[in-house]
């Protein structure tokens, strides 16, 4: 009981200066949409970068009630200071993402807007995620490809900001993950699994498949964010040099 109760509060947590700096990232990026812009990218991929790196630098207020958020006074010389602060994060980070746009995104393309609206009923399939490690010694692995299939082919991914193929690097410490992108369905409330192939090869080890299914029940439109909550977390998979009695992983 007291595990559910506690369960139940941290779920209710909230961070008011997300709310914050969500807002104020949004009124600049409009601002400068209904003005002269210049050479300033403003497309939903660039703004949640801002976001991003706005929020990596402040320090969170957490809230865990209503009777919290009447706590935090916006009239307050804090907010007030907190408010400038946040403000000059924002156009800073505006220059630091203009001046390093990602070169695998399309940036302000149709195609991009257009499948984040998603209307139409759609297998929203989980962010995949999973750790590679060398068999022998259990240390991460690096400077290796992992490839996602689906009936032998390559799965197509959310946006061009998830790889497939998926480089893992060394800061990565074992880490990959996959965003498939939606699939289109007859309607909402259908059931369908997928059957999806973890493929790794590398220098100096044994080639590494993994077979796993992943049920998923089609919604009414497609997912437009991404959200950790919706992970399809793996078992931890080995690999081992040539030679070795263990074989490739192909478990279910």
Known sequence: MVENELERNVMELHNTVEDIVIARVGEVFDALNEGNKGNICTCDQCRMDVICYVLNRTTPRYISSHRGASRVQKESLEYQQSFADITA????????????????????????????????????????????????????????????????????MKDKNWQNPYRMV????????????????????????????????????????????????????????????????????????????EEADTSY
């Open 89 to 156: 994060l924002v156009h800073d980070g505006l220059k630091k993402v203009n001046h390093n746009l990602r070169p695998n995104f399309s940036h302000g393309s149709q195609d991009d807007k257009a499948n984040a609206a998603g209307n139409f009923p759609s297998f929203n399939i989980p962010t995949i995620m999973g750790r590679i490690f060398n068999g022998n010694n259990f240390e991460p692995l690096s400077d290796i490809v992992v490839e996602l299939l689906l009936d032998g082919e390559l799965v197509a």
């Open 170 to 245: 060394s800061n990565t410490n074992g880490n990959f993950s996959f965003w498939p992108a939606p699939v289109k369905a007859g309607g909402e409330g259908e059931k369908k699994v997928f059957e999806f192939l973890i493929k790794v090869k590398a220098p100096d080890f044994d080639d590494l498949n993994h077979f796993f299914s992943v049920a998923v029940d089609s919604e009414k439109q497609s997912a437009g964010s991404f959200n950790l909550e919706r992970t399809f977390r793996l078992p931890d998979l080995y690999m081992f040099p040539p030679g070795g009695d």
